[in-house]
């Protein structure tokens, strides 16, 4: 135990010596925060002994964290809030909150105890009226229900948010909630509602100065939002304004700062959510990836070893995000496959963890195999399913059902005789254009008759 004669400093420094094992220096802490603050003490002695017991429960947290012991943490967030209860507190208490829950974000399998941990805080901030900190905790929450794709719970959190945000007319927060929730009506499929929310969003933003890492969200949700409507070289372009923005913050960005180096005025220097600045480059290999996949779907995989050759790219050009779309990109071009599918399975986590690329990498593939299969039956009146199935490496019934699709949307004419086990294609017919022609010849007769009766009618 400590001794009662040492400051909390020198107990600080102690805990903080390469010699002192984790379990000592939680104990040390522990013994900061359970003493008593003296009677009668001077206003800067105070001060004093409130910036040692914050840091104490920073130095805590971030040993809990680093423990990856969730419960632990979760109770020093709790434990925070008891110490900084005075008004002229509220930033204070606001700042360790956020930092303290920061630390979630490296502890796996946590985010059951980091929603309670929310839920539990936005019920204290909401009792305790501290407005911003609830709102700012509120998106948060409605960000991690994003992420485990619960649509639901996170659209009710947002419409929440909407109705008191407007109210105080925060534009700052009013942007990033409208941005969240276009994000989850794109998420459920609704891309209008999703369009919608982003221009509200936009619309809050430009009355303001709008940081750059909020800028380039809006940015990769305006590109996402344009490649679902296929039109990509738009959608290009807005992943490219977020990627030279979030490249050249990687690239020019300071040091990360100490914990508890937040604003003094406990506002929201940085998105609400949790965001913190990219000083890895994440943001800007997102929008990579996503600009390399423009490339891909606008059918100039060419392209792809141009853009990785530009300075900002090079950085990332060797990662193994980069590395899925390269492979992407070749098997497009070479209309292999095989090569597509080998892509598909040796970058698995890279090309299936984010739903867009999977999305618009399915169609891709669907677009790759017919066109495989047009160029394996064209040549051919009659051609056994078998062999075009071996030719495509797919399974039967699967090259069955999408000569099916192709015969029904008319890409070419042929008839499946499922009997003989045959595919029988047919030449591409010029329409027949003497019955249009007919009934347009009758219906100018019909007008000239008509014409003439009338004339006819006035003479009589």
Not at 25 to 51: F, K, W
Not at 301 to 327: G, W
Not at 385 to 412: H, P, T, W
């Amino acid at each position: 135990m400590a001794s009662a004669s040492q400051t909390p400093a020198d107990l600080l420094a102690l805990a903080s010596a390469p010699g002192t094992t984790p379990q000592k220096a939680e104990q040390i802490y522990q013994d900061i925060l359970s003493r008593p603050t003296p009677p009668n003490i001077t206003p800067e002695a105070h001060a004093q002994v409130l910036r040692e017991q914050e840091a104490a429960l920073l130095q805590l947290g971030g040993l809990y964290r680093d423990q990856q012991n969730a419960e632990g943490l979760a109770k020093v967030i709790t434990l925070s809030r008891g110490f900084f209860m005075s008004s002229t507190a509220k930033a204070k208490t606001a700042k360790l909150i956020r930092t303290l829950l920061n630390h979630f974000g490296t502890i796996p399998n946590s985010t059951e105890t980091q929603i309670r941990v929310l839920e539990d805080n936005i019920a204290w901030a909401k009792k305790e009226k501290r407005i911003f900190l609830k709102h700012s905790l509120e998106t948060r929450l409605a960000s991690i229900h994003l992420d485990l794709h619960h649509y639901r719970p996170a659209l009710a959190i947002i419409e929440g948010l909407l109705t008191e945000l407007k109210r105080l007319d925060d534009k700052l927060i009013l942007t990033e909630v409208h941005l969240l929730e276009s994000k989850v009506y794109r998420g459920v499929g609704n891309v209008t509602k999703a369009k919608a929310a982003l221009t509200s969003s936009r619309t809050s933003a430009a009355s303001i100065y709008t940081p750059p890492p909020l800028q380039s969200a809006l940015d990769i949700q305006s590109g996402i939002l344009h490649a679902e409507e296929k039109d990509y070289k738009t959608a290009y372009s807005y992943f490219f304004e977020a990627f030279e923005a979030q490249a050249s913050a990687a690239s020019f960005a300071p040091p990360a700062r100490k914990e508890g180096a937040e604003g003094a005025d406990g506002a929201v220097p940085t998105p609400v959510t949790g965001e913190q600045i990219d000083t890895e480059g994440k943001g800007a290999l997102e929008a990579l990836k996503y600009m390399l996949l423009c490339k891909v779907m606008l059918n100039l995989p060419e392209d792809v070893h141009t853009l990785l050759s530009i300075k900002l790219a090079l950085k990332y050009a060797q990662l193994r995000d980069v590395e899925s779309m390269r492979a992407i990109a070749r098997a497009h071009q070479d209309r292999n496959l095989a090569d597509f599918e080998k892509a598909l399975r040796d970058y698995k986590d890279e090309l299936s963890s984010d739903p867009t690329i999977r999305s618009h990498l399915a169609a891709l593939y669907d677009t790759l195999l017919e066109q495989n299969l047009l160029r394996i039956v064209e040549p051919y009146s009659v051609v056994e399913l078998e062999y075009v199935s071996e030719c495509v490496g797919q399974g039967r019934q699967a090259v069955e059902a999408k000569l099916s699709q192709m015969i029904l949307d008319k890409v070419f004419h042929g008839v499946l005789d499922q009997g003989r086990g045959c595919l029988l294609v047919f030449d591409d017919t010029e329409a027949d254009t003497t019955y249009a022609t007919a009934i347009d010849t009758l219906q100018q007769v019909g007008k000239v008759v008509e014409s003439l009766y009338a004339k006819t009618v006035k003479i009589g």
